[in-house]
């Protein structure tokens, strides 16, 4: 019991942390080129995005 509250802890206090740092955690992930061209890959197979992003682009 005493374990999993422990985890349980741990969990909300990452997910907390994660969530404060949101922005930077993005940046970071997205500075990887080959994860930012999958990313914007599978965000441009949406095509409600698609349409926005080439009304503004056009």
Wanted: no cysteine.
């Amino acid at each position: 019991m005493t374990r999993f509250f422990i985890k349980l802890v741990l969990f909300v206090a990452l997910v907390l942390i994660g969530y404060q740092y949101r922005y930077r955690l993005l940046n970071v992930i997205l500075g990887v080129p080959l994860i930012r061209r999958v990313a914007v890959g599978k965000m441009m197979s949406f095509p409600g995005v698609r349409d926005k992003f080439m009304k503004e682009m056009f």
